[in-house]
């Protein structure tokens, strides 16, 4: 008699991750025979986990509440997921996510099998800071335990080497390397509808993402004041994001804008068709990102990018082939590069088309959902045959 299918579950802080970032992974180990479920809060993405046939498991975690009772209580409340529902495998995504995670799986033999994806080091150690350095005294030693006992999947060297600095050489469990969940080919390319009418003669910049401080929104927009062009447009989508600490506030958000030149668009769900009624994606992000999703769906619709060169961009483009890189976090110099982007046409289509190559080439989300499922079964032989192959 054959084996039943594992029961898989996806833990995150949020359902807007999960929603936005795995589903196609999700959907992929439910189509391939497994059971799934989707572990976060609730929020006003956990309805399309559902809509999908994810079975949705909503949690009290509480972002940015770092007491030993809050924490406690979110540890305690995973496990009773993860016991009430017998679950084989637990695929964790961020760092608060990681820790929680590895708390809450207990002891063998009833722990189930752990793989973390560190999806970027984020706000904690992305910069300096009294109030960061504190909370990197003590999510680090947690966070070490966690790498030490379980497969790590991160999405660029540079976290690579700062998991493998952390976990230092005992208990060595398989870190692998995979450029974040990738993007559905046929949903993100250069061929469909754009949501948005354009003037033929305007040459259009998008930013697109959390409105966080280190992500770039205010250099974007202070960057938009030096280009010498009358028809050039500049486009934000996306929220501020409460439950991080380095976020802008809706206010100043409203503040900056001066439409028609400037226009906050909002949380935009149809990204494909945004993507192409822009002609350049700007990411001036100096934050703890993994592989930003954003550069790897404009890559994906033939739009070049202007990007940072922290590794996790780097990693993302191909430096002056898909993208131009800032190198300071200047408004002028990224002014700049706007400046330069409207004035070469022909240069700004070039890296366009190359972009269509590099995303077929590096960015399947059907590869990147084989890699990780390759990754559970070798780490977890006994489990092999259950797990979606």
Known sequence: MSSPPATLAFFANTSWYLANFRLGLLREARARGSRVLALAPPDDDSPTLAEHGIEYCPLRFRRRDFTPWGKGRSVWEVR?????????????????????????????????????????MGFVFAGGGAGRRLLRAGLSPLLRRAFRKAP??????????????????????????????????DRFSPVGNALLPRK?????????????????????????????NSEAEFLVAGE??????????????????????????????????LLRSVDVLVHPTFYGEGLPRILMEAAACGRPAITTDIPACLEAVAEGETAWILREKDPRALGR?????????????????NAIAWARKQFSEEEMNRQTFAVYRQAYPHLAARLPA
């Open 80 to 120: 009773r997921i993860l016991q009430a529902e017998k679950v084989d495998l637990l695929h964790s995504f961020t760092l608060e996510s990681i820790v929680t995670a590895h708390w809450a799986a207990g002891r063998r033999p009833a722990r189930p099998a752990l793989v973390h994806s560190v999806t970027g």
């Open 200 to 228: 033929k003669q305007a040459v259009r910049f998008l930013l697109a993402g959390r409105l966080l401080r280190d992500k770039g929104a205010e250099l974007f927009v202070e960057a938009a004041r030096y280009v010498d």
């Open 240 to 273: 501020p994001d409460e439950g991080n600490p380095d976020s802008l506030s809706r206010a100043e958000v409203e503040d900056w804008m001066d439409p028609p030149r400037l226009r906050w668009l909002g949380r935009v769900r149809d990204m494909p068709g």
């Open 337 to 353: 590069l706007l400046q330069q982007a409207i004035d070469e046409p022909e240069e700004r289509r070039r890296r366009g088309r």
């Open 152 to 185: 790590v999947i991160v999405e660029n060297w540079a976290d690579a080497e700062r998991v493998e600095a952390m976990r230092g050489g005992r208990d060595r469990c398989p870190l692998v390397r995979l450029p974040g969940g990738g993007v559905d080919l």
